[in-house]
Every structure is written in C-alpha cells, then in structure tokens.
C-alpha cells in the first residue's frame, strides 16, 4: 500500500493508505481510474467523482422526494452538448465568413459558450469571502433532551451537515493564515427543518448591537482610496476604529492572540458567541451558549510562519482540510453548551448573557458536550456547494430559540438580504446544497432561479380549491413556537442597557487568562500591527486602551513602538483568570502532523523505512525532502531542497547532512563565499533555522546530526532531539508533537 502511496505522492493519502491492512484497499476508493497521458478519444461516460467526494444531497427543490441518482447528476451522456442538449461537433472554431473571415453572429453556440463563462462569478460575500466547507454528519449525545425538544440532539440521531469555514475581511482569493477570526458555520440538515449554526472561532464579537456591523467591517476591510492591505487590520482604520469603540477591544484582543492564527481549521473551537434559547417539551426554556470542541486539540501557527505559508502556501487551510478527509482523517468536534436559567435579568454571575461583547468563564459554567461533529467527504464542485451555501442564524428547529441580544436581532435581517443579492433572487433554498431534507410546502411562489414545478392553484390559506392543503401543525406535532417570553413595557430608545458600558474588564479577564507566552505572542501581535499604522495619535490612542487592560501590556508595547505608555483611565477591574482560554494547558493527539524528513543519497535505506514507518504508526505523514527529485534510497521523495519551506512541517527530521554541490546548483543555493558559508547546503540551514525559531520539533541521527550541530551548537535546546537509530528520535518527536510547540525554547519576557 504504501508504494502506490508514494506513487501518488499526496501528503496526508498516503497516511490513510499505508495505515490500512497489507494489501487491503480503503472503502470507496477503488473506481477512479488511474490518469492517462494521452486524452482519450473515444466517447465513453463522465468519470465518478472521487471516493472523498460527496455533492449535496438529490432531494429535490422542495424537499419533497428524492431524485432518480442519474437524473440528479450534471453531467449525462459521454457527448458534448449546447446546454439545450443538441450534440456538437466543434467547440474550438467559431463560424466564420471563410476561413480567414469575420466571425458570423448566428453562431449561437460560440454566443452561448462565451455569454455563460462572461456570467460566471457571482457577487463574493460581503464578509467571510474566503473559505473552504465539508460534509459530514452530526450525532446527537442525547445529553440536551430534557432542555430542548430538538430532535436531532437526542441519543444516536445522526444528522447530515455541512460546514464552511472562512476568514472574515479577506476577499475570496485572499491568503488563509491572515490574522483575523474565522467563521464556524453548520447547516444542520434536521428531520425537523434546517438549522444553522452561524458561529465564530472566538465567542466573543467586535460590537453589541448590529447597527455598527457596517462601521467595522468598513474599518477593518482594505483602504477605499487604494484598496489595500488585504485581509488584514494591521492598518489605521481598523485600529481608529476599535480604538475610539472601545466594546471592541475585547474582540481585538483575541485577534491579537494565537487564535487569530491557527494551524488548522481542524484545530479550531467554534462558538455561537450569542446566547440561545433552549425550549423542552413543556415549554420550559434555558439560556445557553454553544461551544464547539475539536478534538485534536486548540493549536495556531506562529505570527512569522503564519506570514511566510501566505506566500509559500496560500491555501494553506484549505488544502489541510481537504488532505485530512482524502487521507481519512476526519476532523471532529464535540459540541457542548454552557447552561444558564432563564430568568427576567438574562444574567449569570453578574455577566451580561444579551452582550455579545462577553463571554462566561467555563469555571463557571462548564461546558456539557451534546452531540458530536464529524467531517467525512470533500465537496465535489466548490462554486456549487461551498460558494452557494447560504447560512441563517434564524434557519431554527423546533427546540432552539433566539434571545433579544441586539447583535443577533441584527444578523436575523442581514443574512437572507445579502443572499437576495449574492445568489440573486428569493429562491436560493432551492440550490442543492440549501435545500432541506425535510419535507417542503412553503406556499413561496415563483421568482427569478424558481427550479420548483409548483402544483395546485391555491398557494394561499384560507383555501379550498386545493382541498385546504398546506395544513397548520397540531399542538402535538413538532413545529417551532415562538416562546412566549414577556416584553417588559417600555418606551422606545435608542440606548444600551447599563451593563453594556463595561468594555474593558473582560479584555483583562482574557489578558490575565494567559500563559506567560501566550502573552508574549499578544504583545508581539500588537506591536506589530500599531507598528503598520502611520498616524501616531491612532496608536496613542490604543495603547490608552491597553492601558486599561493591563499596564504591562501597555508598556510592552509602547517600548516596541518607541511611544510613551500612558496611565489607566479607569481602574483596572478585578477579575479572575479562567484557565481554560489558554491553549497551552494539555497534551493532545497528534493524527495527520506533517514530518519532514531531509536525506539525501547517502541515508541508510532501512534506517529511513523505520522512520517513515515509525511517522505512519502513529497516523502522521512523513515527507521526504532530498535534493533532487525521484527516489532516495527506495523512497519516493515528496519534496526536493526547491519545492520545499520549513512551514509545511510540524517537526523536521535529519537523516543527513547534505553538503551543497557547486555543479548541480546555482552558485547562491552552494552558499560559496557568504559570511558564515559552511558545509551544509543553505536551503537546509534555512529550514532548520525555520523550525528552530517557529519552536519546532528538531530531531536527527546518524549522519543527520552533524547538520544539527553547524545550525545549532548548543546541545542542550529544548526540542532538539539528537538519537542512535530513527525510532529513538520519533519517539522523542512523538511526544513533543502532543504539546503542539516546544515554547520553553524561548523563555518569554513577561511573566
Ligand atoms: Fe455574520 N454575516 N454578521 N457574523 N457571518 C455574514 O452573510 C452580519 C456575525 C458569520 O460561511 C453575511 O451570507 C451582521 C457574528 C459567518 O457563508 C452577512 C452581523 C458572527 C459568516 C453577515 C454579523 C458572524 C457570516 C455575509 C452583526 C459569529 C459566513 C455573507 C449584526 C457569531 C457564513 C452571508 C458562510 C456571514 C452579517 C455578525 C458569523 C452580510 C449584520 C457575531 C461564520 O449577512
């Protein structure tokens, strides 16, 4: 198994392939065929789409009935066709006047072919323009039903789903490692309707009411004079903005932090950031907040390997989702909720539950997990599915309600408008991938894009001429009722509640909440983003708010701009850290990390079998990185010194030490006559210096450890693992890799 793995040479595939049984091959795979160099000519049937693939499912555009699976398809027969069906002989000339002559207008199918590619893009969202999405299922615990009647949360009920996870302020070419947050969001496809889960990777958001949406979108998205910087706030207006708004500076804060730049959105927390409305059988109802939980762990990259993937690798996220669930290894989350009465205030512990701008310590409230999600097939067409997809924070079962949290009252508007637009027209719940799998009888009518042959003639209630058809639910039947909550009386404002005033005492909570590096990476992240802004009293007037989250912070940072660090404005609140918004607080598996392995012609053949056995065993994926391409000591190689960055690694393995060869390369890859130029070739120095910085794991035996030695003289680095025999340093590796990063590399400079 493992050489047709190296064959295709596909990163994580191959993990899946050689982790299966001798021999056996991996359900669903065999059928697509092997790829042929030639076209071929002779008709013959579309290909299947590839074992990891899963388009949405054939019910059809009300919901109604399933599709025969050959009429669903896109594709039929082995012919070209126009898209009315009539076959084609020539789809590269265009009628012409003779054959140097002007092209005639009644061609229509050069018209035809050239109108539907002019018509191609569609309106990229406004926000969240970037992203990558897969299907999967849900399976509900059972844990939640005595809070909510909602029928896919009971025990063993599994759900088709769909996720799509994105940046925020990015366009949809833009890079995936950007600071910034990224969208968590889950159509549910439900028994009893559809249900969105419209969350965020931090669960707390930049304003309280969603009047300002626009403000700050236009703040943090580029200039409007010359559009730039792309997907990203290190800019004067985003920091002009959350500066002057300060309920924004708890949201900043977390962008500031490594979950503004994670490894992987398999390595993700999701949050629904407002707080919900859980309703149960007697009408009894509970304030929650739901969490999603990866299981591999909450992991980021670091700020200046994260900067550098954006070159090197721009679709660095995406292609790590897509890899995974090719290779099998398919990401999962728990989903849990932290649980509140739903009293009159609508408050817990003195936190505001309708601020967006708060979130609840989970030593509070723990959170309980509910069900689990797991991702198991690639989309199969990204403009149909993962463009499409058109999410609602009010597509709710029966059993999950929304509060009056001003920010969420805000989006319930603003999701299905932009649709209108973006997918252009009402009629979007009808695209495959929108459609709900549960049955359909909405009495909407007609529109542009209506796929939905309507029968009857009575799309309206009362009616009799369609014998009284679409019918009302019964009170026993599962519909969803609005809760009868009590509206205080109250005259209208445009206003806040008090509570909202507080913005800085849980950006400190946070703050507080952080490992010592941790907190260095925030600093760095601040002086790094205020150091882009060229208006001095702009970032004056953010080191004030950091003044009064935490004057270490402030002072950290002014030293880095060169500016002085002025004093609170507001004492500083007193509050208790809650350990469980650190990410460094575990060990956690390490399934589908990608180990560079650099050889060259010199390495022990066997010695390098063991080791990428030893990297397969434990489910990750070994990457041999040589000098040329081809094979090295009876391995494939993946990636030569040319094709490869030390960012695609989660740890680096020397099993040589390889010397550059001034006639094979150019003179600067021979490092001749550079100031410290020494033996080892520069492209691998550079990638061992790479790790070492990005607090990588390093090992390396045999001749590999003379390569250690000139990158690195001192013996005693942490993380730095000199071995015998190959299963001595991955076992080292193996463990350092639970802990993600080997940070006690560098002490931090704060405590
Ligand atoms: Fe969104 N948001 N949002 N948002 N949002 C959109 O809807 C909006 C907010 C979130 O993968 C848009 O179809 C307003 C919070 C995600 O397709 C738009 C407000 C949270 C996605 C919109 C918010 C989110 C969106 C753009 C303030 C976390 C991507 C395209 C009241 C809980 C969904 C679209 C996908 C997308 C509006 C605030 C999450 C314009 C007005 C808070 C994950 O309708």
New binding site residues.
Partial sequence: ASQTADALGKGLKEAKDALTPDGETIPGRPGSEPATVEEPTEPREPLPPKPDQRGAETVTATGAATEAPDRARAQQGAHLTTSTGTRLRDTDHSLKAGSRGPTLLQDHHLREKITHFDHERIPE?????R?A?AHGYFEGYGTASELTVAKFLQEGVRTPVFT???T?LGSRGSADTVRDTR???TKFYTDEGTFDL???NMPV?F?Q??I???DVIHAGKPHPDREIPQAQSAHDTFWDFVSLHTEGQHHALWNMSDRGIPRSYRMMEG????TFRLVDAEGGTTLVKFHWKPVLGVHSLDWEEAQFINGVDPDFHRRDLYDAIEAGAYPQWELGIQVFPDNEEQQFEGIDLLD?TKLVPEELAPVQAIGRLTLDANPKNFFAEVEQ?????GHLPPGIDVTNDP?????L???I???LS?LGGPNFNQIPINRPHAPVNDMLRDGFHQHADHEGVAPYKPNSLDGGCPFMAGTMEATFADVPVRVSESTKVRENPASFDDHFSQARLFWLSMSPVEKEHIIRAYTFELGKCYEDAIKQRQLQCLANIDPVLCQEVATGLGLPAPEPTEPLADVAPSPALSQLNGTWPADGRMIGIVVDDTVDAGELQSMRAAVFGAGMVPLVVAPHGGEVAGSTVQRTFATARSVEFDALVLAAAPVPAPDAVPARDAKAGAPGGGALDPRVSLMIDECWRHAKAIGAWGAGVAALGEADPSAATPGVVRGDGPDEVFAELQTLLGQHRVWDRFPPSVA
Wanted: aromatic share 18%; proline share 7%.
């Fill in positions: 969202r406004v926000v969240h323009a992203g999405a799509r996870f994105s925020v969208g968590f969001a419209v969350g965020n958001f304003i009411d969603g300002k949406f626009p949050f629904g950031v407002h967006p997809v058109a999410f609602h924070p920010l969420l009252q805000a989006r508007f603003s999701y408008d932009t649709q973006r």
